[in-house]
């Protein structure tokens, strides 16, 4: 099937910045939907970023103007620049590839923290 692998995360003061990567593998011909999501400790996973194949993007209300999602369609890859980072801002960051309502898949995450 397809496979997504999440690079780039890590420990960063807050005003920092660090650049997510997410690498889908498999067979497929394109992907119409890419995006980022995160889950907080206690809390729901939520919606950061997405865009689509055109590049048409939407981000969530507490993200918008600090991060920029950007995508590589020769190389099926996914990136969410994230700077002035806050400490909210910490959690398990997911990258998702949809093709349609049947088909989409998650990576494994990777940890964000956000701390002093």
């Known amino acids: 099937q397809v496979q997504l692998v999440e690079s780039g995360g890590g420990l960063v003061q807050p005003g920092g910045s660090l650049r997510l990567s997410c690498a889908a593998s498999?067979?497929?011909?394109?992907?119409?939907?890419m995006g980022w999501y995160r889950q907080a400790p206690g809390k729901q996973r939520e919606l950061v970023a997405t865009?689509?194949?055109?590049?048409?993007?939407d981000y969530a209300y507490s993200v918008k103007g600090r991060f920029t999602i950007s995508r590589d369609n020769p190389k099926n890859t996914v990136y969410l620049q994230m700077n002035s980072l806050k400490p909210e801002d910490t959690a398990v960051y997911y990258c998702?590839?949809?093709?349609?309502?049947?088909?989409?898949?998650w990576g494994q995450g990777t940890q964000v923290t956000v701390s002093s």
């Open positions: 498999g067979t497929f011909f394109s992907i119409n939907v």
């Open positions: 865009i689509s194949s055109g590049g048409s993007t």
């Open positions: 998702n590839a949809g093709f349609d309502r049947a088909r989409n898949y």
